[in-house]
């Protein structure tokens, strides 16, 4: 059995993403996992993983290092996650 860490994620707190700059998506949290459209979603071995997103990993869904071989980039991100949109409704 694992041992768990102060700093892992309990079942209460929120699930949080955060995009890796050249890298994969960091998952940090109580989720399941559908290895691909229409598959039966999974729990993942831990509370944390790394979703790949350069399409380069030999065990897909997860990061397994490639992107640093195939010298995988992002762009920086274009917008910030929670300020409001100028042209969002403002009922929303
Ligand atoms: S993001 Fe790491 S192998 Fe794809």
Redesign the pocket.
């Known amino acids: 059995m694992r041992e768990e860490r102060p700093e892992d994620p309990t079942p209460e707190d929120p699930v949080v993403i955060t995009p890796c700059p050249n890298?994969?998506l960091l998952v940090r949290g109580d989720v399941m996992i559908a290895p691909e459209p229409g598959a039966e979603p999974q729990k993942p071995p831990r509370r944390v993983v790394?979703l790949?997103?350069?399409?380069?990993?030999s065990i897909a869904p997860f990061?397994?290092?490639?992107?640093k071989l195939a010298n995988?980039r992002t762009r920086p991100p274009r917008y910030n996650i929670g300020s409001p949109r100028e042209d969002a409704d403002e009922s929303d």
Do not use: E, I, V
């Open positions: 890298g994969p790394a790949c997103r350069c399409n380069m990993s990061c397994d290092g490639s992107h995988f």
